[in-house]
């Protein structure tokens, strides 16, 4: 199993471009999160979702949208990109517990 | 509303000495705790969890304490080694699996050789 995958690992981009952060898991849980981590913080949930086609706001969610059409795939996607969304992005599934993502390192200028 | 904190921000350690990482935490329905470890450039790994109907639960070299009476989580890691140095977060919540785990900010474990 590879467990949770992210990609891109690093990506760069200028207000106002937009992206999708993808999240792929292959052991067929239910439930999928997604957490920001700024510098020397812990992680704020920013959207999660218990199946496939639903999804609920977390701590965090302006500025984001995300998706969950089928249990493998949950895409994180930022429409207007920010300087204050500048942060490391983690994706995570959640089972007995919770496995993280290696992350996605996003930098707005 | 609820928060999960810790005492300490930072905690320097000799190598070979015992570690002890706090978290306390407010919401008194939660009922399931986590503590992680997370390397530099890295995600969050689990290390041990303890539901709230046990006061102590022990794995390889670490201890998980909870006092539900203060609303506390201690975190003892035995015989500190270098590959202990990292942030350590302890996470909570209601075990429904539908409250999403709410994540303290860390403390930063450097082990001193």
């Known amino acids: 199993n590879a467990g949770v995958t992210q990609t891109p690992k690093f990506r760069i981009l200028k207000i106002g471009q937009s992206m999708t952060l993808q999240c792929t898991q292959d052991?067929?849980?239910?439930?999928m999160y997604w957490y920001r981590q700024d510098p020397g913080m812990g992680l704020k949930l920013i959207y999660y979702s218990v199946g496939a086609g639903i999804t609920d706001k977390g701590e965090v969610p302006n500025g984001y949208n995300v998706s969950r059409s089928t249990t493998e795939d949950f895409p994180l996607r930022l429409e207007l990109a920010a300087p204050s969304q500048t942060s490391v992005y983690f994706c995570a599934t959640l089972a007995d517990t919770q496995y993280f993502g290696p992350g996605t390192r996003l930098t707005v200028l | 509303g609820e928060s999960v904190g810790l005492h300490l921000p930072t905690l320097s350690v000799q190598e070979g000495d015992n570690s002890i990482i706090n978290c306390a935490y407010s919401n008194s329905a939660s009922d399931y705790f986590i503590w992680y470890k997370q390397e530099s450039g890295k995600g969050p790994q689990f290390i041990i969890d303890i539901r709230s109907n046990m006061d102590k639960r022990q794995g390889q070299r670490v201890t998980v304490l909870l006092n539900k009476t203060v609303k506390h989580l201690s975190l003892q890691i035995a015989a500190t080694q270098p590959g202990d140095s990292a942030v350590y977060f302890c996470a909570e919540n209601a075990y429904s699996g539908n409250t999403p785990l709410v994540f303290g900010k860390g403390t930063r474990l450097s082990v001193i050789a």
């Open positions: 052991m067929n849980h239910n439930y």
